[in-house]
């Protein structure tokens, strides 16, 4: 089973970008559809973005559609969040997350990802 480990997370102020990474390891990443999910303090936790297992389907949260961009590199055995024109309720810990596919389906249910990492801070002030 694969395992996952995010970074690239910080405090940045409004306005600004973040590009997080999510490492994949013990498995055939090619495999996995991904997704990016956050959890804000006293929320529950929340699909942002996600990828088909090939890269060819993403989808978005109406929240982030249009600043967040998901992408993998099949060869890195990694995914990306590109985060643009960031906002203090983008704050939360993000979270990578996986599950086998055999389709091009894109997931953004919390239920549907077996795999999940560790997380990493974001923080957005004002």
């Known amino acids: 089973q694969v395992q996952l480990v995010e970074s690239g997370g910080g405090l940045v102020q409004a306005g600004g970008s973040l590009r997080l990474s999510c490492a994949a390891s013990?498995?055939?990443?090619?495999?996995?559809?991904m997704g990016w999910f956050r959890q804000a303090p006293g929320k529950e936790r929340e699909f942002v973005a996600g990828?088909?297992?090939?890269?060819?389907?993403?989808y978005y949260a109406d929240s982030v559609k249009g600043r967040f961009s998901i992408s993998r590199d099949n060869a890195e055995n990694t995914v990306y969040l590109q985060m643009n024109s960031l906002k203090p309720e983008d704050t939360g810990v993000y979270y990578c997350?996986?599950?086998?596919?055999?389709?091009?389906?894109?997931?953004?249910?919390?239920?549907?990802?077996?795999?999940w990492g560790q997380g990493t801070q974001v923080t957005v002030s004002s």
């Open positions: 013990g498995g055939t990443f090619s495999s996995y559809a």
């Open positions: 997350a996986a599950r086998t596919s055999a389709t091009i389906v894109v997931y953004t249910s919390v239920r549907r990802y077996d795999v």
């Open positions: 990828i088909s297992r090939s890269g060819g389907g993403t």
